[in-house]
């Protein structure tokens, strides 16, 4: 296995770097782990472990739900962790051959999520809505309401004692179209950035099926904590208009695992079909999305490539 080494020289300019050597290096074993968008860009760019044409294909997420309220009574947010805890009793069932799994966290960070950034504020609303609640921010209090001194005070107090949020993130289908491609814009070293070709969903609705019931989870929870309707945002999106959500930054696919080298990039153990000497790690070789963070998954598979990499250099099983 070899791959492409790139050194940079600064030349005086903001950001001026360029290309001023290329060597080829070889290794007994060779351990990619660059994360879902990177790990893909440096196969296609050497050419690499890709007679499947799966390499940087079934890119996905964890396309997420958001629902706001303001509680009846304080609820202290901000102190403590991000998440206090979970409903998971819709990540599997019978319902997934209709609709998309899903996992809603109670979050503790008040409407920081929030596209509004409250209580603090990330832009300004252009209008005052019919209440001084949503979206709440200190921008919208002191632009549109015209709030000061006292009675700013107050109303960001009551707010953000009383903010919650509930969360929900999805299962994504593996969709191949879904992909990081090769661009033909070069970045600063003269190297081809990555395209990426993204949707939330296929033709089916799977995902907006899904968020349809996340919703009504949503309000039946704000139901049963005794909060009024003109208290609360929740986001539905009818047939006939764009699908709005957010994402979690998951990257997951592109380097997908799988026993047939004519569909998959490694097999079980994070080892290339194509090339016997090179391990790939990371969420990139996920084959499904599941509904919780990467984050042990990537773990567990780590240790046990690493496993088998010991194995094969005790034994000698090695080759250049």
């Known amino acids: 296995m070899w791959y492409r080494r790139w050194t940079s020289r600064y030349s005086g300019g903001l950001g001026q ?35 499947s044409d799966a390499v940087g294909r079934y890119l996905m997420d964890h396309p997420i739900k ?13 102190r403590g ?19 998309a799994g899903f996992k809603t966290s109670i979050k503790n960070d008040g409407w920081s999520n929030n596209p ?29 309401w015209g709030y000061a001194g006292k009675k700013l005070r107050e109303t960001i107090l009551d707010h953000a004692t009383r903010q919650i949020t509930l969360s929900s993130a999805c299962e994504q ?3 191949k179209e879904n992909r990081v491609m090769k661009s ?4 600063s070293l003269g190297i081809p950035r990555p395209l990426i070709q993204y949707m939330v969903d296929d033709e089916n609705g799977y995902v907006r099926r899904s968020f349809r019931q996340i919703v009504q989870l949503h309000s039946l929870v704000f139901d049963a904590m005794g909060i009024a309707g003109q208290n609360r945002m929740l ?21 997908t695992m799988g026993s047939d080298p004519r569909t998959s990039v490694v097999d079980k153990n994070c ?16 084959p499904t999305t599941s509904t919780a963070n990467p984050t042990s998954t990537i773990a567990a598979l780590s240790i046990r490539a690493a496993e088998a990499i010991k194995r094969r250099l005790r034994t000698g099983g090695v080759t250049l």
């Open 81 to 99: 962790p991000q998440t206090t805890s979970n409903i998971e009793s819709f990540r599997d069932g019978a319902f997934r051959r209709i609709y």
């Open 66 to 78: 958001q629902s706001f309220a303001l509680a009846a009574k304080p609820l202290f947010p901000f």
């Open 173 to 175: 289908l593996a969709m």
């Open 17 to 51: 770097y360029r290309a001023s050597e290329e060597r080829s290096v070889s290794g007994a074993i060779v351990v990619l782990a660059a994360n879902g968008i990177e790990n893909p860009m440096i196969l296609l760019r050497s050419d690499a472990g890709n007679s």
């Open 184 to 187: 033909k814009r070069l970045d």
């Open 271 to 286: 080892r290339s079909h194509d090339h016997p000497n090179l391990y790939i790690l990371g969420s990139s070789v996920f």
């Open 235 to 255: 986001q539905l999106d009818p047939d006939d208009q764009p699908l709005s959500f957010g994402g979690s930054g998951h990257i997951i696919g592109t380097t």
């Open 116 to 144: 509004t950034g409250a209580p603090r504020g990330y832009f300004m609303p252009p209008t005052r809505g019919p209440t001084d609640q949503f979206p709440g921010s200190l921008l919208d209090l002191v632009h549109n």
